[in-house]
């Protein structure tokens, strides 16, 4: 399984906010290191932080830690920790902040020397806005990394992963997708499932159950790599 994961970076970014990025990231994570590998979690922005004694925390970043296991320090894993649950752009703005896309990359090759695989989430959607004139899919594309799409599976679910997908080829490498189903009695879910197949442009790695544990998840997640050559 190690040969599907060499040392390097995926990145796992979602149809829109909520879609399941860090329930399947933590995932990823958690296999990771049953097979072996020294793993860590890598959440560049987060917005909608709680406020502590240490300071703003992300509850996506702290899922990350937990499911690593790495030790890393909590400023290593989300540079960038903001209070609005809005856009990053606007909560850093709110702050008096400024996102660098040099501290993310300079943060992220701090876990990449001391780690075999980094699994970095991204916040909110594909082209979620970091800046005036900065997209996170862009500052992703140019680390050359490949990407994770997750797709909730509802209503209106074929326009936004299409749209994605599209945004993300346009860019960098769609390693894969995994459909994360909410709702198991969307009506016509077969039909939909066969559509994001034949025009995604990229394997399906997983189809969520509904309700499933993490560590069902996990267990899942591999198989099918497994199998066959390296999609990374």
């Not at 320090?73 to 989300?78: K, Q, T």
């Not at 994770?148 to 679910?157: P, Y």
């Not at 039909?191 to 499933?212: C, D, S």
């Amino acid at each position: 399984m190690t040969a599907a994961f060499p040392a390097q970076t995926l990145f796992v970014t979602g149809t829109d906010t909520d879609a399941g990025k860090t329930y399947v990231a933590s995932a990823l994570l958690r296999r990771l290191r049953q097979d072996g590998l020294k793993v860590c979690g890598y959440k560049p922005v987060a917005s909608g932080c709680l406020e502590t004694p240490d300071g703003w925390r992300s509850e996506d970043a702290l899922a990350l830690i937990a499911a690593s296991g790495s030790g890393a320090a909590y400023d290593e894993v989300n540079p960038y920790a903001f209070g609005p649950a809005i856009a990053p752009h606007l909560a850093a703005a709110e702050q008096g902040q400024v996102i660098s896309p040099a501290r993310l990359t300079e943060a992220h090759a701090r876990l990449a020397a001391s780690h075999s695989v980094v699994i970095a989430e991204g916040a909110g959607g594909w082209l979620t806005p970091l800046g005036p004139a900065l997209f996170l899919g862009d500052w992703v594309a140019a680390q050359g990394w490949p990407v994770l799409l997750v797709v909730e599976l509802r209503l209106g679910c074929l326009n936004h992963a299409l749209l994605s997908a599209e945004a993300i080829q346009r860019r960098t490498r769609l390693a894969g997708w995994v459909g994360n189903l909410r709702d198991p009695d969307l009506p016509r879910l077969q039909g939909n499932l066969e559509t994001l197949e034949k025009h995604l442009g990229a394997p399906l790695w997983l189809q969520q159950r509904a309700g499933e544990a993490p560590a069902g998840l996990a267990s899942r997640l591999f198989p099918a790599l497994e199998a066959g050559p390296s999609l990374l």
